[in-house]
């Protein structure tokens, strides 16, 4: 099911809120084209959040993901736990075919620290979005305005600056991460690590394949498609399984990275 199929599930244009204008950002529109709710990747990188932080959810007032895209998540969780997820991004493109149902979504540059908005969210989610962002300190240091003192944040990232391919550039990376380089960048604006885990083992042999066989293509758009299109019912399926043969949480190898933060402060 692509995002167009899935958008067909509301009844009306997504609405948008716009507390700032649209802007550029470092990630590949093709990307939003081809990840859908049903592609493995979306589907396991939930599961794992599930095992780890899912019982963050009952506990917190509001929730907010940074960098919403077109709302996979958000759907997820609405779906999965009746929540909402306020959803916030710059990227038009990807707002415009978000297909949260429930949850509101804003154009909105979290530099521009919106006073409403001041420590308002218990748990906030940043999935896919630190290894795009050059300045990561500056960045961090506005995410923590929005977030409630004692409260979380779950992040996912790429895992390992070894995998680092042309995928990732067309994709926007900057970099890739360990542990410890995510914990280093997010403990020096107060962020204290409380719990993580490395996912994806089984397809690490996949993703050197991947960066092998990607050297020779040039075009953005093509090595987006070449890299995370499964390409068909029967390969989604058969990567799901796959994916899933691995125990979370684990703390080897994986081609993702996903790691619970809380604020010190008030603590």
């Known amino acids: 099911m692509t995002p167009a199929n899935l958008a067909t599930e509301t009844t009306l244009p997504r609405k948008i809120e716009y507390l ?3 802007t550029e ?6 990307w939003f084209d081809i990840a859908a709710i049903d592609h493995f990747w979306i589907r396991r990188r939930f599961e794992v959040f599930q095992r780890l932080a899912g019982g963050l959810i009952s506990g917190a007032r509001e929730m907010a993901e940074l960098g919403c895209g077109h709302g996979l998540l ?8 009746g929540r909402e997820v306020t959803g916030f991004d710059l990227n038009e493109y990807a707002l415009k075919q978000n297909v949260s149902q429930r949850s509101k979504v804003y154009c909105y540059d ?3 620290r919106e006073e409403t908005l001041r420590e308002r969210f218990d748990v906030i989610f940043l999935f896919d979005v630190l290894e795009h962002i050059a300045d990561e300190d500056r960045f961090v240091k506005a995410l923590i305005f929005h977030l409630a003192p004692k409260g979380k944040l779950v992040v996912n990232v790429p895992a390992g600056q070894w995998a680092y391919s042309s995928y990732d550039k067309a ?3 900057v970099r890739r991460y360990s542990v410890r380089t995510l914990e280093r960048v997010l403990a020096a604006s107060g962020l204290a690590l409380k719990g993580w885990t490395y996912w994806g083992l089984p397809l690490v042999p996949a993703l050197f394949l991947r960066k092998f066989w990607l050297m020779s293509r040039q075009e953005e758009s093509e090595i987006i498609t070449a890299g995370f299109d499964s390409r068909s019912p029967a390969v ?3 990567m799901g399984f796959l994916s899933r043969l691995e125990w979370v949480p684990q703390k080897l190898l994986g081609t993702s990275l996903m790691a619970v933060f809380e604020n010190l402060k008030g603590l």
Do not use: L
């Open 25 to 30: 950002v470092s990630m590949a529109d093709r």
């Open 74 to 81: 958000q759907r997820e969780i609405e779906k999965a736990y």
């Open 20 to 22: 700032s204008q649209p």
């Open 236 to 238: 989604n399926k058969m």
């Open 110 to 112: 979290i530099f521009r």
């Open 171 to 173: 994709a926007g990376h």
